[in-house]
């Protein structure tokens, strides 16, 4: 079950058994006031040095999600994804259920995009997957309908069904559909990381399909999130996950750890080799 996305150069393959694909997750204004401004104010300089950072920080895939308060997202949207893909040659992951921005954008994003995203809600699939199977994307398909986000995990897999089978009707291969069974913060209900667990291994083992996951809601309003988040990762990836939409700098090192310890790094060597990549970096700070 592969997902292929490409970039300008790059081409990323997602599937079962290969180390975890990281969507850098930082090109998102909610919660990023000084984003924002730059966003509002046009400034495209800011988001390409986002880009190239989350690359330097291991992400395969960027996000871009250009919905800030008072932005005109169809002139934005287009205009982040040309900057982004002019700075680095990975896959875009195009961040939008806009009905004019997401078009505007897929018809200029080079090589071969993810949508971010659908679900199971009437209206954005009928609004979506037509633009998934014109512009032969992938796409990922969030565990929620028109009644919101289910607090079972029977009804979120019975919603990504709903999604794969309205997607095949239309001609989208069941490859290009990757499931988010969506992570809510523990703190308000403590069965949240749980259920979520629970129906990334049943989409991943019954549907055989790629999962993916926003895994910092998790610890929303909780101290110490980082170390939070990167636990509740690593249960996800040994769950089903095969790709994670994070803040790149912070849980690399923990999927790398995970994949190690899942036997899907030979020799160790992707963990070494970042291992090796910081302790050059803090001599160089130590010197400077």
Do not use: W
Request: hydrophobic residues 45%; aromatic residues 2%.
């Amino acid at each position: 079950m592969q997902t292929v996305l490409k970039g300008t150069v790059k081409t990323v393959v997602i599937e079962r058994g290969r180390p975890v694909v990281i969507i850098g997750e930082r090109i998102n204004p909610t919660g990023r006031k000084k984003l924002g401004e730059a966003l509002l104010n046009e400034d495209m300089d800011y988001v390409r040095r986002e880009a190239i950072q989350q690359v330097e920080d291991g992400a395969e895939v960027i996000d871009v999600n250009v919905g800030v308060a008072g932005g005109d997202e169809e002139k934005l949207l287009p205009m982040a994804v040309r900057a982004v893909s002019e700075v680095v040659d990975c896959p875009l992951c195009i961040d939008s259920t806009h009905p004019t921005a997401l078009p505007a954008a897929l018809k200029i994003c080079p090589g071969r995009p993810l949508i971010n995203s659908v679900n199971g809600e009437e209206a954005a699939l009928k609004r979506v997957l037509p633009l998934v199977k014109e512009f032969d994307t992938a796409v990922i398909g969030l565990t929620m309908d028109d009644e919101g986000i289910p607090t079972t995990s029977e009804k979120r897999f019975a919603i990504a069904e709903k999604i794969l089978n309205r997607a095949a009707q239309v001609g989208i291969k069941v490859e290009d559909v990757i499931i988010d069974c969506l992570a809510l913060t523990v703190g308000a209900d403590p069965n949240a990381a749980k259920v979520t667990l629970e129906t990334i291994q049943r989409v991943s083992t019954e549907l055989g399909v790629n999962v993916t996951l926003g895994a910092s809601n998790v610890s929303f309003g909780l101290p110490d999130r980082d170390t939070i988040n990167q636990i509740f990762v690593a249960m996800a990836i040994q769950a089903g996950m095969t790709c994670a939409i994070v803040h790149p700098a912070k849980a690399r090192r923990g999927i790398l750890i995970a994949d190690m310890l899942l036997g899907r790094d030979e020799y160790c060597a992707n963990y070494i080799r970042y291992h090796r990549q910081q302790e050059k970096k803090a001599a160089a700070a130590c010197a400077s």
